[in-house]
């Protein structure tokens, strides 16, 4: 499956942003897919997943009540919202599908898109 993130962008802290990820190849109700994030000088670190179904979502604690995520199966595109950024927020911002139920760890992705830069200043 192949994956094509956007949305990212530059915004003040408090801002708000919507990140969008289209695939395209495979059945993509397969697919459990999450958000990872990655900071200059950082590893990659989990944000946020969901279900093939939607019906499950999970988060990093430092995101919760702030970014949520959704899915639409008709249109073979996952969404994360960004309420409140913050500063500490800014990473470029992947998408990834995984071949199972719903996972947080990256390497437990089968496939990447290319990334989206978000910046928060302060």
């Known amino acids: 499956v192949q994956l094509q993130a956007s949305g990212g962008g530059l915004v003040q802290a408090g801002d708000s942003l919507r990140l969008s990820c289209a695939a395209s190849?495979?059945?993509?109700?397969?697919?459990?897919m999450g958000w990872f994030r990655q900071a200059t000088g950082k590893e990659r670190e989990f944000v946020a997943a969901?279900?093939?179904?939607?019906?499950?979502?999970y988060y990093a604690d430092f995101v919760k009540g702030r970014f949520t995520i959704s899915r639409d199966n008709a249109k073979s595109i996952i969404l994360l919202q960004m309420n409140s950024l913050k500063p500490e927020d800014t990473a470029v911002y992947y998408c990834?599908?995984?071949?199972?139920?719903?996972?947080?760890?990256?390497?437990?992705?089968?496939?990447w898109g290319q990334g989206t830069q978000v910046t928060v200043s302060s």
């Open positions: 990834a599908a995984a071949k199972s139920y719903v996972k947080t760890a990256p390497i437990d992705y089968d496939y």
């Open positions: 969901i279900s093939w179904s939607g019906g499950l979502s």
């Open positions: 190849g495979r059945t993509f109700t397969s697919y459990a």
